[in-house]
């Protein structure tokens, strides 16, 4: 429906909380999207047992951080097999580390949310982590290792 009314780049956000976020991915590419970017946050819940009450005022809420980036990069190397169209991948990502194993599972790009709360300056961080680690292993552009595994 946004493909039939919107003419520029479009990037479909897609949840992990969905059974099969490869067959998501494939519907968003058949109807046009222009890449996809995942993942969006984790629904979970936490209790304060002392007050016996939820954490949170809506009970339940989006997890993000370093705990969510397994599933980020298992959904990230699954869509990466399912579609032609770039994936951009995001989920925990506190780091160049954490940016280079999104790109090794097959994203083109990487987005980074919780550890600019923690860091506002992470972005620098990662691609200056980035350009070292292409030099240690005599990569000469970063495309060289997207979608190794
Ligand atoms: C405070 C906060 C607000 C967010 N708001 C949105 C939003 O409005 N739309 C959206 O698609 N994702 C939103 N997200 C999800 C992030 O874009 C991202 O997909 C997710 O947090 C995983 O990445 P991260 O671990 O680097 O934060 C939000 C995340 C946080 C922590």
């Known amino acids: 429906a946004i493909r039939s009314v919107y003419p520029k780049t479009l990037i479909v956000k897609l949840s992990p909380n969905v059974t099969s976020i490869a067959d998501i991915a494939k519907a968003a590419e058949a109807e046009g999207a222009d890449s996809v970017s995942l993942i969006n946050t984790i629904m979970g819940m936490s209790i304060d047992v002392e007050r016996r009450r939820?954490?949170?005022?809506?009970i339940t809420g989006g997890l993000s951080g370093p705990a969510v980036r397994p599933v980020a990069v298992r959904m990230v190397w699954q869509v990466a097999k399912a579609v032609k169209i770039p994936v951009i991948g995001l989920?925990?990502?506190?780091?160049?580390r954490d940016a280079i194993e999104f790109m090794l599972a097959g994203a083109t790009a990487v987005e980074i949310g919780t550890a600019n709360f923690i860091d506002p300056a992470v972005t620098m961080r990662v691609i200056d982590y980035m350009e070292d680690y292409c030099s240690r292993h005599g990569i000469n552009d970063i495309n060289e290792i997207i979608g190794e595994i």
């Open 54 to 58: 939820p954490h949170l005022s809506t």
């Open 91 to 96: 989920g925990g990502i506190m780091n160049g």
